[in-house]
């Protein structure tokens, strides 16, 4: 099941890769679900990006509160590994293989793994 947020991204992505990307990101949200129900974080990085991007809401702060009590917005998971993979790859001059795993090993070491 989706809840109304993953399915109105799921409608208004475009698919470019056609049925075989449509199935295999329903595969892959089921599988890394952690409930029944689907949502926008669930989904694959791609349609998690589209999603950030497509409705995405900016309120202005308000005048009359002090700046250090605003609250600035949560960066989604998806965006902060997509930073990490930037950054690496910026650092390692384009090095794809060594960033890949410089990445797991710091993956595992984090999880536990």
Same mark, same amino acid.
């Given at each position: 099941m989706l809840c109304d947020d993953a !399915? *109105? $991204?799921m409608t208004d992505y475009s698919w470019p890769g056609d049925v075989r990307e449509l199935e295999n990101s329903v595969e892959r949200a089921c599988a890394l679900s952690s409930g029944p129900i689907l949502h926008p974080g669930d989904l694959p990085t =791609? !349609?998690? /990006?589209?999603?950030?991007?497509?409705y995405r809401t900016v309120l202005p702060p308000a005048n009359d509160a002090p700046r250090q009590q605003r609250t600035s917005a949560v960066t989604p998971l998806a965006?902060?590994? *997509? =930073?990490?993979?930037? /950054? $690496?790859l910026r650092q390692l001059k384009g090095d794809k293989l060594t960033a890949a795993r410089l990445l797991a090993s710091a993956r595992r070491r984090f999880?536990?793994?």
């Open positions: !399915l *109105r $991204t =791609q !349609l998690q /990006d589209f999603h950030l991007h497509a965006e902060l590994e *997509r =930073q990490a993979i930037l /950054d $690496t999880i536990g793994s």
